[in-house]
């Protein structure tokens, strides 16, 4: 699971891209909690596979009182989705995966956060 960050003006999109399964999923989260109190939009346009530890993960930010929009899920995640259920609890936005407004700010992509640790994540 490879995931970047990028700053859309009051919203933060985490652009994720590999499977979200269990031992990966942890990379969301890390990203996420260095995020506490910013609106978080997670864009699964480019995750290929999700098991139930993914979709733990997604749960556990919501209920962690994070502002959270599930972007653009991929076929097979938002087949997930309605099988769970879960497309009536999280909020799902099928749209451009550059933005959420059409005001992308140049420039405030961050590196690269990967599976093996949280400390990248400060950056953002």
Not at 46 to 59: K, M, P, R, Y
């Amino acid at each position: 699971m490879l995931v970047t960050a990028e700053d859309v003006g009051n919203i933060v999109i985490l652009h994720c891209a590999g499977r979200l399964v269990r031992g990966e999923e942890t990379s969301v989260l890390c990203a996420a909690i260095h995020l506490r109190g910013r609106n978080i939009a997670i864009d699964l346009s480019n995750v290929d596979g999700i098991d139930a530890a993914g979709v733990g993960a997604l749960l556990a930010l919501q209920a962690a009182d994070v502002y959270l929009k599930v972007l653009n899920p991929s076929t097979a995640v938002r087949e997930v989705l309605r099988i769970t259920k879960l497309e009536s609890v999280l909020e799902i936005v099928d749209q451009q995966a550059s933005s959420t407004n059409g005001t992308a700010t140049p420039g405030a992509q961050s590196p690269a956060l990967t599976q093996t640790g949280c400390s990248a994540a400060a950056a953002v």
